[in-house]
T-cell receptor
Framework: DVKVTQSSRYLVKRTGEKVFLECVQD?????MFWYRQDPGLGLRLIYF???????EKGDIPEGYSVSREKKERFSLILESASTNQTSMYLC????????????FGPGTRLTVT | QKEVEQNSGPLSVPEGAIASLNCTYS??????FFWYRQYSGKSPELIMF????GDKEDGRFTAQLNKASQYVSLLIRDSQPSDSATYLC?????????????FGTGTQLKVEL
């Protein structure tokens, strides 16, 4: 069974703080993804990684960075948190190939005050 | 901009009825199509995927794909209250690496007793 875990379910941070969200998958997947989900806007891709140390911007990368030093771990970094980054953050992973789905972690509800 | 469109709903159906959820996409060359279910406060989970024209059945669920018309649908037979959730359509477009998926904003389904 594929398992994707995220470091926190709920997180409260102050404006200007540096925030780290961690994601770990245990199925040796090449690809990992970070999304944010907001009401009415759906799932929006922030960044993804298709290999260790490789990353590509998604649709909304501004204000975020990522790190993938090991295959199983993908970190999302908010360099200076702002209130408009309050959201649900979802991590996902998948194998490579057109028929492979993405498996999601449980999500982190981040509130920036 | 590659797009995936869904009616946000809510779609209300009585228990035991057939629920029909629709999704259109912008890229005619899209490769594969996924339906996810998301309960409130939870992360998305895969129901089924389809990549060939026609119907694909799995239990009470049937996915239908029409590439010429660029739409994919999900039918849920004998709807149950436990089917009440938001259903996300996701498309793997022809271009772009890393097994990216583009998600629609989801259709909220309510199955009423």
């Amino acid at each position: 069974d594929v398992k994707v875990t995220q470091s926190s379910r709920y997180l409260v941070k102050r404006t200007g703080e540096k925030v780290f969200l961690e994601c770990v998958q245990d199925m040796d997947h090449e690809n990992m993804f970070w999304y944010r989900q907001d009401p009415g806007l759906g799932l929006r891709l922030i960044y993804f990684s298709y290999d260790v140390k490789m990353k590509e911007k998604g649709d909304i990368p501004e204000g975020y960075s990522v790190s993938r030093e090991k295959k199983e771990r993908f970190s999302l970094i908010l360099e200076s948190a702002s209130t408009n980054q309050t959201s649900m953050y979802l991590c996902a992973s998948s194998q490579t190939g057109p028929s492979y789905e993405q498996y999601f972690g449980p999500g982190t509800r981040l509130t920036v005050t | 901009q590659k797009e995936v469109e869904q009616n946000s709903g809510p779609l209300s159906v009585p228990e035991g009825a057939i629920a029909s959820l629709n999704c259109t996409y912008s890229d005619r060359g899209s490769q594969s199509f996924f339906w996810y279910r998301q309960y409130s406060g939870k992360s998305p989970e895969l129901i089924m995927f389809i990549y060939s024209n026609g119907d694909k059945e799995d239990g009470r669920f049937t996915a239908q794909l029409n590439k010429a018309s660029q739409y994919v649908s999900l039918l849920i037979r004998d709807s149950q209250p436990s089917d009440s959730a938001t259903y996300l359509c996701a498309v793997r477009f022809r271009t772009g690496g890393g097994n990216k998926l583009t998600f629609g904003t989801g259709t909220q389904l309510k199955v009423e007793l």
